[in-house]
């Protein structure tokens, strides 16, 4: 069965730190990892994949196979970045994702 | 195009009441899932369509929950009767794996309160 873990709930950091938002994933297959987001009063939207290999609004997030994580990084938070990221996985076969339980990012001035 | 439509946006509803949620997801998209929010769970599928079939509904909490898509641009998700446990955003995607980069499009919830 696939499963996704977001560890934390919540994360606070100030402007201009560095954040991290950990996901874990459990598939034996090839997965395929995203990650969404939700603004306030806003539609959940897609942020990146990991097949693109490409930067969003400075976030990256690389697929470590070895550890089965697929975690979002940004070098400097804005405040802008404060809002809810769901990490989510599929397979080539099955056409749903599976989201994990959300990270509510919150960036203090 | 609008996007995933859904309505309504909002439903207070008491107890043992029947709710009928509405999609219509964005015109030529084959697939369409139907996803609940709440804050201890996270967004979990209960059900997914493609070509206006159910292909898996294993995620329905019960059979006071069903779904249907009478034909490519609509569906409903019917709870009945409703119970405060259901109390929940419910949010409409779809997407098409033969379109695009085949991402998920997500409509903007609709937010149920069950007294």
Known sequence: AQR???PE??????????????CNYSYSGSPELFWY???????LQLLLRHISRESIKGFTADLNKGETSFHLK???????????????LTDTGRR?????????????? | DAGVIQSPRHEVTEMGQE???????????????????????????????????????????EDRFSAKMPNASFST????????????????ASRSLGQGSGELFFGEGSRLTVL
Not at chain 1, 37 to 43: A, T
């Open chain 1, 37 to 43: 987001v939700q603004y306030s009063r806003q539609r």
């Open chain 1, 96 to 109: 749903a994702l599976t989201f994990g339980s959300g990270t509510r990012l919150q960036v203090q001035p």
């Open chain 2, 77 to 92: 998700l019917k709870i009945q009767p409703s119970e405060p446990r259901d109390s929940a955003v419910y949010f409409c």
């Open chain 2, 19 to 61: 709710v009928t949620l509405r999609c219509k997801p964005i015109s030529g998209h084959d697939y369409l899932f139907w996803y609940r929010q709440t804050m201890m769970r996270g967004l979990e599928l209960l059900i997914y369509f493609n070509n206006n079939v159910p292909i898996d509904d294993s995620g329905m909490p």
């Open chain 1, 74 to 88: 940004k070098p400097f938070a804005q405040e802008e970045d404060s809002a809810m990221y769901y990490c989510a």
């Open chain 1, 4 to 6: 996704v873990t977001q």
């Open chain 1, 9 to 22: 709930k919540l994360l606070s950091v100030f402007k201009g730190a560095p954040v991290e938002l950990k």
